[in-house]
């Protein structure tokens, strides 16, 4: 059965950092490209960040500069670090692992910026 789980969200004021990640299980993890999405009310989803099996990241222009993205094979870990948050930042952030023709996801958390 395959399960990503994320951890790290909470509540933080403007220009503070989280850090998020998300453990994955059921599957081999080192062949998924690995994304972050976010959702904020009334919004759609939208993609954060990915990293590729081979390292590749992209960035939302929105987030380009303050967040970055890494992942651990070893611990079928994936990370997005996130500085110098904006209250446009809140929102649930979703972790993906996306593979061609089959995308599994995580329950989210929540990520709070409050001015």
């Known amino acids: 059965q395959v399960r990503l789980a994320e951890t790290g969200g909470g509540l933080v004021q403007v220009g503070g950092s989280l850090r998020l990640s998300c453990v994955a299980s059921?599957?081999?993890?080192?062949?998924?490209?690995m994304r972050w999405y976010r959702q904020a009310p009334g919004n759609q989803r939208e993609l954060v960040a990915d990293?590729?099996?081979?390292?590749?990241?992209n960035y939302a222009e929105a987030v380009k500069g303050r967040f970055t993205i890494s992942r651990d094979n070893a611990k079928n870990q994936v990370s997005l670090q996130m500085d110098s948050l904006k209250p446009e930042d809140t929102g649930v952030y979703y972790c993906?692992?996306?593979?061609?023709?089959?995308?599994?996801w995580g329950q989210g958390t929540q990520v709070t910026v409050s001015s």
């Open positions: 059921g599957i081999t993890f080192d062949v998924y490209d």
């Open positions: 993906s692992a996306s593979l061609v023709g089959r995308d599994y």
């Open positions: 990293i590729s099996r081979s390292y590749v990241e």
